[in-house]
């Protein structure tokens, strides 16, 4: 072996940060002996990219250098995986390392997959085809919505699990709100092609954004995922997942929310469930089969929304098991499923949805959240980033 440290942490997103941080403050002696594997040079806070999208915020505040980000203690491994051996307790890295450890905790997120929608890939960034799901291109989402001059607005949500299952329909009424601004909400059809079977999970907030849409007036359809972009006729073909019926969708301009995946190193592994992520217990995050290891956020197979919300909640409960096992006690920490999806119905009006595994409201303020709220509007733009940089990501939070 290359090297050896007491806990790998594979992967330097919100969930690898925010319990590195943790497992260093709950133990001293953990300094040098945690190390956070990640290629990556910048850290993202991602929420923000729908407000950037909608000319509310500029990307340059969602972005940090990973060096300013990796806690005080830790080491940063700039590599990526290339293989899991689960039972030797190593990984092997792509720069041809083998490390060892004594627990590893899997934080690898979600992979964009920009070629399961067939064009998009030749076609994003240019002719009105946009998305929010990548730093790149958040900037040109603002540019075709500011410069819409009105015809079919459509944006889409595919039949995958996506980061943040709110952020497909944040950006449709963010742009529905700005073209009224600007004068071409009359000579606009907003489209809404949904793979989902309703516009939300949680009947409480799916009741207030059924009004949204309606009041809208927005051409909302479900069971339908995008499959094609034809950009040289500037068309979406959607496909119907009850029937196989495929429709063609002229575009304007058109906001794509690509399918997206577990991270490949993690679906060719032997940590992997069927459906190819981290497979874990959902109370305690640890893995089904290896006692010392542990899986958090988008990478795992828990049963609830892929939000940083739901990370900041399952944070706290890996570190502390962890920190059980290295002291030879019992785990007790517990995550119940929790999730929020700031739902940012237009500028200044925002739903606050937070609800369990059992998609019960599980609500943090003593008012109606399910009701649109310019405070809450206030609270995802200005306050949030600010949790996140200094107490999210610093495990005080």
């Known amino acids: 072996m290359d090297k050896h440290f ?119 960034g240019k002719d009105g085809v946009c998305s929010n799901y990548s730093y790149d291109y958040t900037d040109y989402t603002w540019e075709v919505i500011r410069k819409f001059k009105g015809g079919n607005a459509v944006f889409t949500h ?50 207030t954004l059924e009004k949204v849409i309606v009041r809208k007036k927005i051409d909302a359809r479900f069971r339908e995922n995008l499959i094609e972009i034809r950009a040289d006729k500037k068309e979406a073909v959607f496909e119907n997942l009850d029937t196989q019926e495929q429709t063609v969708v002229p575009y304007d301009m058109i906001h794509v929310t690509p399918p997206m995946r577990a ?58 098991n962890v920190l059980a096992l290295l002291k030879g006690e019992p785990m007790k920490a517990q995550y119940d499923g929790y999730s929020s999806c700031p739902l940012v119905t237009g500028y200044n009006r925002l739903v606050l949805a937070e609800f369990n595994y059992k998609k019960e409201p599980t609500e943090s303020f003593p008012l109606n959240q399910a009701l649109e709220r310019r405070s809450m509007y206030m609270m995802k733009k200005d306050l949030l980033p600010v949790m996140y940089w200094d107490g999210m990501l610093k495990g005080i939070m």
Not at 36 to 44: F, G, L, R, S, T
Not at 276 to 288: A, E, F, I
Not at 296 to 309: E, H, Q, V, W, Y
Request: net charge negative; aromatic share 10%.
């Open 263 to 320: 991270p490949m190193f993690i679906q060719n592994s032997p940590l992997a469930d069927e459906g190819g992520w981290v497979d874990v217990q959902p109370y305690t995050l640890q893995h089904n089969t290896y006692e010392n290891i542990f899986g958090i956020g988008d990478c795992a197979n828990l049963p609830t929304s892929k939000t940083g919300a739901a990370i900041r909640k399952q944070a706290p409960v890996v570190a502390e």
């Open 158 to 207: 595919p039949a995958t699990p996506v980061k943040c299952g709110g952020a497909p329909q944040k950006i449709m009424y963010l742009a529905e709100d700005y073209f009224n601004q600007s004068g071409v909400r009359n000579q606009t059809n907003v489209f809404f092609g949904s793979a989902n079977p309703a516009i939300f999970d949680v009947q409480k907030y799916r009741d």
């Open 6 to 124: 007491k806990i790998i942490i594979v992967g330097g997103g919100s969930a690898g940060i925010s319990t590195a941080s943790r497992l260093l403050k709950g133990m001293k002696a953990l300094a040098k002996e945690v190390a956070i594997v990640d290629p990556a040079k910048n850290h993202y806070y991602q929420p923000l990219w729908t407000l950037v999208g909608g000319g509310a915020a500029k990307k340059e505040a969602s972005e940090r250098t990973m060096e300013e980000v990796i806690p005080e203690g830790a080491v940063w491994l700039q590599s990526a995986v290339a293989s899991f051996d689960p039972e030797s307790n190593y990984i092997k890295l792509t720069n041809g390392e083998s490390i060892s450890y004594d627990y590893l905790i899997v934080a690898a997120g979600i992979e964009v997959n920009w070629d399961g929608v067939k064009g998009l890939k030749a076609a994003i």
